[in-house]
């Protein structure tokens, strides 16, 4: 069975307390992320890494303050996360990360049998993954204690919506 891990968004701006639109209580996120990267590279797995990467004067800003503006420090991934086995970094420029169909083609050319997510922010951009990986018909994994919220309220319905409608919870 070949699985593939899904690292959504965990980039600097999201995950440090100075980053421009940090989640409270992400940075405790890091020691589990560095696990997920080096089990991945331990085990031959290939990791696909959605990154934020906004220009200058992006629409999205209209709604959220300006982040992982193209090739500032907060658009860039911690070291924590970069390594090891195949690692696939897609770029995306809204909250769904299948808006562009960048990211469908990279995973139909990976022919995986099983999906695991991780990543930031579980309401939205996890959210978006997690719903577009189950239309793959794949088993669908999300490690609860790798995901972060905004508000822990709604990232308990979205983890709920998201069992319901098949993915399956775990944990490290």
Not at 40 to 52: L, N, R
Request: charged letters at 25%; a negative charge.
């Amino acid at each position: 069975m070949k699985t593939v891990f899904i690292d959504v968004d965990t980039q600097i701006d999201f995950l440090y307390p100075a980053g421009a639109l940090y989640v409270p209580g992400a940075e405790k996120l890091l020691p589990r992320l560095a696990q997920l990267t080096r089990y991945a590279a331990e085990h031959g797995i290939t990791v696909v890494s959605t990154v934020d990467a906004h220009a200058e004067n992006d629409p999205e800003f209209r709604e959220w303050p300006p982040h992982c503006v193209r090739g500032t420090t907060g658009q860039h991934k911690p070291s924590c996360t970069l390594g090891g086995a195949e690692q696939i970094i897609v770029e995306k420029q809204s909250i769904d990360v299948f808006a562009g169909g960048k990211l469908a083609s990279v995973l139909e050319r990976l022919e995986a049998d099983r999906w695991v997510v991780y990543g930031v922010v579980t309401e939205y951009c996890v959210r978006s993954a997690v719903l577009g990986l189950l239309k793959t018909g794949k088993p669908v994994e999300v490690v609860a204690d790798a995901i972060q919220a905004l508000d822990e309220a709604a990232g308990r319905a979205v983890l709920e919506d998201c069992t319901t409608r098949g993915a399956i919870l775990s944990r490290l």
